[in-house]
């Protein structure tokens, strides 16, 4: 495909479940990202993983979240026990290299909803 | 940690012109971006801005840099229903994750 893309587009789970969320980045894109968007707020940065480099982590907001990188393309980030809190638009991006021009390519987002 | 201000929302009458603003705090920033989000939809890149320049135009969007007051603004001339969406200011300083702005909230009406 020509874009990022994220699946699921749409997810609801209960309260406790754990969730996997997965980004497919374009083609050839090293740098990937992974945002939260809660309801009339900004992005919030997760994580950032970059080549074959440690990923930056920094964001991640609790050790219920994770993610992973396999073979340098498709990233999953997982939600364990997911609490309601939990519930916002989750947004990856890639972007072709490393530099601070580089600009992101961002995916729709999947959009999760706790009960 | 730096900070990215913009104002919730903005209304414009079809035709007119709608300016967003944004501040921010990072001294340090070497890009701005303006980026569009549409209904269910990601964030789609309209421009950026490279901190050494004061101005920069691309068809109907201008974008304005005032770096001493940390101001930064993007106007849409002959604004369209189309235009409606949010738009969020960014910045990217030192590191290679860049901070954003809550988002914009542009409603033109005819």
């Known amino acids: 495909g020509a874009g990022v893309s994220q699946s699921p587009s749409n997810k609801v789970t209960e309260k406790g479940k754990d969730v996997e969320l997965r980004c497919d980045p374009i083609?050839?894109?090293?740098?990937l990202y992974w945002y939260r968007q809660s309801l009339g707020q900004g992005l919030e940065f997760l994580i950032y993983?970059?080549?074959?480099?440690?990923?930056?982590k920094s964001g991640l907001p609790s050790d219920r979240f994770s993610a992973e990188r396999t073979g340098g393309s498709v990233s999953t980030l997982t939600i364990q026990r997911t609490q309601q809190e939990d519930s916002a638009v989750y947004l990856c991006?890639?972007?072709?290299?490393?530099?601070?021009?580089?600009?992101?390519?961002f995916g729709p987002g999947t959009r999760l909803l706790v009960l | 940690g730096e900070d990215v201000e913009q104002s919730l929302f903005l209304s414009v009458r079809e035709g007119d012109s709608s300016v967003i603003n944004c501040t921010y705090t990072d001294s340090s920033s070497t890009y701005l971006y303006w980026y569009k989000q549409e209904p269910g939809a990601g964030l789609q890149l309209l421009t950026y801005i490279f901190s050494n320049m004061d101005m920069k135009q691309d068809q109907r969007l201008t974008v304005l840099l005032n770096k001493k007051d940390k101001h930064l603004s993007l106007r849409i001339a002959d604004t369209q229903t189309g235009d409606s969406a949010i738009y969020f200011c960014?910045?990217?300083?030192?590191?290679?994750?860049?901070?954003f702005g809550r988002g914009t909230s542009l409603i033109v009406h005819p």
């Open positions: 991006a890639s972007s072709p290299k490393r530099g601070h021009q580089e600009t992101q390519y």
């Open positions: 993983f970059q080549g074959n480099s440690a990923p930056d």
């Open positions: 960014a910045e990217k300083g030192g590191s290679y994750i860049p901070t």
């Open positions: 083609s050839g894109h090293t740098a």
